[in-house]
T-cell receptor, first 112, second 116 residues
Framework: LAKTTQPISMDSYEGQEVNITCSHN???????ITWYQQFPSQGPRFIIQ???TKVTNEVASLFIPADRKSSTLSLPRVSLSDTAVYYC?????????????FGKGTRLSVIA | GAVVSQHPSRVICKSGTSVKIECRSL??????MFWYRQFPKKSLMLMAT?????????EQGVEKDKFLINHASLTLSTLTVTSAHPEDSSFYIC????????????FGDGTRLSIL
């Protein structure tokens, strides 16, 4: 399973755009990149998933360069409620019984 | 969207008690479910992969006789912590994925287990 590396923590002011970059140099051809958000005492919540180029949904964008060795989660105009731990995961979704293995995540603190 | 329900959300019990945690996929069928454990300010650690109708696959270092997993149907997996001790106190989280390609894993809201 591909290992991911992301910053341990980040701080941001409310209203700013936050970009969290994740490195996954050993990503395999069948691997997708998935980001989750976790609040204290809750399970991880799916944010976005992509394979290549750019994916956008109502809460975030995911940018993936052509070599797929990294990805960037972009959160537009963060608010205090976006303070959480964000996990970048890489794994194959072709096989339904392949679990996601979590790294340490990035602890985002949004300041008023 | 896909919903995974976990019950109970919190358990406090005495040492030596066995505790059962249920994980249900509410609006999809999950041939495979996963159990994780998380200590304070740490990341999630995969404990086991639960396969419907067959034995679970445990990660290295996880005692299968301590953490009994049953996956009796396509929507229900259970984790039983047998003869729990204070060191078993942790946050247990289950997840499931619909058996379709490119579908993400969805997680329950976790069970906080406290052994006195």
């Amino acid at each position: 399973l591909a290992k991911t590396t992301q910053p341990i923590s980040m701080d941001s002011y409310e209203g700013q755009e936050v970009n969290i970059t994740c490195s996954h140099n050993n990503i395999a051809t069948n691997d997708y990149i998935t980001w989750y958000q976790q609040f204290p005492s809750q399970g991880p919540r799916f944010i976005i998933q992509g394979y290549k180029t750019k994916v956008t949904n109502e809460v975030a964008s995911l940018f993936i360069p052509a070599d797929r060795k990294s990805s960037t989660l972009s959160l537009p105009r963060v608010s205090l409620s976006d303070t959480a731990v964000y996990y970048c995961l890489v794994g194959s979704t072709i096989s339904g019984n392949t679990p996601l293995v979590f790294g340490k995540g990035t602890r985002l603190s949004v300041i008023a | 969207g896909a919903v995974v329900s976990q019950h109970p959300s919190r358990v406090i019990c005495k040492s030596g008690t066995s505790v059962k945690i249920e994980c249900r996929s509410l609006d999809f069928q999950a041939t495979t479910m996963f159990w994780y454990r998380q200590f304070p300010k740490k990341s999630l650690m995969l404990m086991a992969t639960s396969n419907e109708g067959s034995k679970a696959t445990y990660e290295q270092g996880v005692e299968k006789d301590k953490f009994l997993i049953n996956h009796a149907s396509l929507t229900l997996s259970t984790l039983t912590v047998t003869s729990a001790h204070p060191e078993d106190s942790s946050f247990y989280i289950c997840s499931a994925r619909a058996g379709l390609d490119n579908q993400p894993q969805h997680f329950g809201d976790g069970t906080r287990l406290s052994i006195l």
